[in-house]
């Protein structure tokens, strides 16, 4: 019972490292501060976000680290990375230090790697503790980490209202504080042990208690803003109340009973099926007996690209058709087959699922990466930290969603495929309203917040899309080949941004040199227009993602939910 209660304790722990280590959300709060006093133009301060979000393309590093020390060193090197990297920056901005561009520039780089080793941290407690319901303690966890941003606003109006720079000392100094705070928890870690039906239930319904919490938690950060700097000290303290809220999770684990009998039993929570490991083995195993038993199958394309056998009227059918070909050409033949990193590259299903992230999720954080010049352009400097609020919140409530199909099946059967199509089309909508809308602040809002959901949840799922499409096993190495998506695109985007925004502005001396400045709607109109046209490839990418998967979804919950095969 002891040991239950200390991996909820665990998991609380795995919450306040998120919330706490989402460092690279808040670079739009000071990264007007840091142009000028670096004096660089738009173009290199994209470069600085894109080393950032470099850093993330380097979690192999965390994972060679971990198979040689203990995982709270690897925590602790992560603190430290950050305190190197944002501590100096910090000391830049405020004049203490002058390195060289590229020195900031390598900072950069050691801050957004310190991020990714905090997240394969955090990966692997929630793996290690929760087998039998990780899809929901690894959702819950990576939601945390859209709120940084927002609890950094409130930590920074509580120090220095008036300052940006302190979001940058802020980025330091939180992570390693609460690496000090989650260590206790950290270090002891209960046994692993096999649990029974009935707890694995219960233990879902302590997840459903706990993202009840998390809604809580996001809806006070995004609708309380303080008004002065005695109120944001107040606000500041009850988001830290609500973060260690869940600490009371223990207590729930001791009276089990009553919380079985009382609330369990009325919600009837029995339908509660993950697409898990379990669920994708017993899947293989009766498609395989299937297979050997039908000696004629229906069309569709084998792992080679070849055709099977079918009869000739569907043959016809086939050939006049040139969209069947795209959705059956190449086509997954089911869930969870393995694939290795050589074979996952040669996959049409791989290459539209990578275009559908980088074209929504990536293209949401480089948007987050410039709202602080997106508010300086409209005339909104001081609308920048509510905006970076809004994201940040709206973020956070679309990584909460993407465990929805976790908790709908089998009530609902829907292929989570089809909720990453569905979590893109706010996307393109957004840029629209944004290109539009001028300096009308509510527009901007709204897109805002659009762009922070969508992204949000592409960010979230895309672990558990990867596992279901490509294998669990190899769902480490494959889910960081999709992500080398991110610096590409924080490179492509943000230089598409940056060109756009100096060849509409002007020096602020009008001395060449001085940096460049841009005033009004003309600094991103385009770009909104590019990046709107680009998330209509991705949303169609996706769109052709969930048709070619679909039947796959359908055969599994099929199997699932029939009478073993004799």
């Given at each position: 019972m002891a040991g239950q209660s200390r991996k909820w304790m665990i998991l609380v722990a795995t919450i306040w490292i998120q919330a706490f280590t989402g460092t690279n959300f808040d670079f739009s709060a000071y990264?007007?501060?840091?142009?000028?006093?670096?004096?660089?133009?738009?173009?290199?301060?994209?470069?600085?976000?894109?080393?950032?979000?470099?850093?993330?393309?380097?979690?192999?590093?965390?994972?060679?680290?971990?198979?040689?020390l203990p995982l709270w060193t690897v925590m602790f090197t992560a603190a430290s990375m950050g305190l190197v990297g944002y501590g100096v920056q910090w000391l830049v901005v405020n004049g203490t230090v002058?390195?060289?561009?590229?020195?900031?520039?390598?900072?950069?780089?050691?801050?957004?790697?310190?991020?990714?080793?905090f997240n394969t941290v955090c990966f692997v407690l929630c793996v290690r503790n929760f087998p039998s319901n990780r899809p929901l303690a690894v959702s819950l966890m990576v939601s945390f980490n859209g709120l940084s941003a927002a609890l950094y606003n409130l930590a920074a109006k509580s120090f220095?209202?008036?300052?940006?720079?302190?979001?940058?000392?802020?980025?330091?100094?939180?992570?390693?504080?609460?690496?000090?705070?989650?260590?206790?928890?950290?270090?002891?870690?209960?046994?692993?042990?096999?649990?029974?039906?009935?707890?694995?239930?219960?233990?879902?319904?302590?997840?459903?208690?706990?993202?009840?919490?998390?809604?809580i938690t996001g809806l006070y950060l995004l609708f309380l803003h303080p008004?002065?700097?005695?109120?944001?000290?107040?606000?500041?303290?009850?988001?830290?109340?609500?973060?260690?809220?869940?600490?009371?999770?223990?207590?729930?684990?001791?009276?089990?009973?009553?919380?079985?009998?009382?609330?369990?039993?009325?919600?009837?929570?029995?339908?509660?099926?993950?697409?898990d490991v379990e669920d994708l083995e017993l899947h293989k195993q009766l498609l395989s007996r299937e297979n050997s038993s039908v000696n004629c199958m229906i069309s569709s394309p084998d792992v080679d690209g070849s055709m099977n056998e079918m009869p000739r009227q569907n043959m016809r059918t086939t050939e006049g058709c040139s969209c069947d070909i795209i959705i059956k050409k190449d086509r997954l033949v089911m869930l969870g087959e393995e694939h290795k990193a050589k074979m996952l590259t040669r996959r049409l299903d791989f290459w539209l699922y990578f275009v559908a992230y980088f074209c929504g999720?990536?293209?949401?954080?480089?948007?987050?990466?410039?709202?602080?010049?997106?508010?300086?352009?409209?005339?909104?400097?001081?609308?920048?930290?509510?905006?970076?609020?809004?994201y940040s919140s709206f973020s956070f409530f679309g990584r909460l969603l993407s465990a929805a199909p976790d908790f709908m099946r089998p009530k609902a059967c829907f292929a989570r495929t089809g909720w990453l199509t569905v979590a893109l089309l706010p996307t393109p909508i957004a840029f629209v309203l944004?290109?539009?809308?001028?300096?009308?602040?509510?527009?901007?809002?709204?897109?805002?917040?659009?762009?922070?959901?969508?992204?949000?949840?592409?960010f979230a799922a895309a672990v558990s899309i990867t596992s279901e499409l490509f294998g669990p096993n190899s769902v480490g190495v494959n889910h960081n080949i999709?992500?080398?998506?991110?610096?590409?695109?924080?490179l492509v985007y943000g230089f598409l941004a940056a060109i756009v925004y100096d060849m509409n502005g002007t020096t602020t001396t009008g001395l060449l040199g001085d940096p460049i400045v841009c005033m009004g709607k003309k600094c991103y109109?385009?770009?909104?227009?590019?990046?709107?046209?680009?998330?209509?490839?991705?949303?169609?990418?996706?769109?052709?993602?969930?048709?070619?998967?679909r039947p796959l979804y359908l055969e599994l919950e099929r199997n699932l939910t029939s009478p073993t095969l004799n």
């Open positions: 990264s007007s501060e840091m142009k000028m006093k670096l004096g660089v133009p738009q173009v290199q301060l994209n470069y600085l976000a894109t080393a950032s979000d470099l850093g993330k393309a380097l979690g192999w590093s965390s994972g060679l680290a971990l198979n040689n002058a390195p060289p561009y590229f020195v900031v520039l390598l900072l950069c780089l050691l801050a957004g790697c310190s991020i990714c080793w220095s209202p008036s300052s940006t720079s302190v979001y940058l000392l802020l980025n330091a100094l939180l992570p390693l504080v609460t690496s000090i705070v989650a260590l206790i928890p950290i270090l002891r870690q209960p046994p692993v042990v096999t649990l029974p039906p009935d707890a694995i239930k219960r233990e879902q319904v302590t997840f459903l208690l706990l993202n009840f919490l998390a809604v008004s002065n700097m005695f109120m944001a000290c107040l606000l500041f303290a009850g988001a830290i109340f609500l973060l260690v809220l869940p600490l009371g999770i223990p207590g729930i684990i001791y009276a089990r009973e009553w919380f079985n009998e009382a609330i369990y039993t009325s919600f009837f929570l029995h339908g509660f099926t993950l697409v999720g990536t293209i949401g954080l480089v948007y987050s990466n410039n709202l602080g010049q997106i508010a300086q352009s409209l005339g909104h400097s001081s609308f920048n930290s509510r905006l970076i609020t809004i944004l290109a539009v809308a001028g300096s009308d602040m509510m527009a901007v809002q709204v897109g805002t917040a659009l762009i922070g959901f969508s992204s949000g949840f592409i999709l992500i080398a998506n991110i610096p590409i695109g924080s109109f385009y770009t909104f227009v590019w990046w709107g046209c680009i998330s209509v490839l991705g949303l169609a990418s996706s769109l052709l993602l969930f048709l070619r998967t």
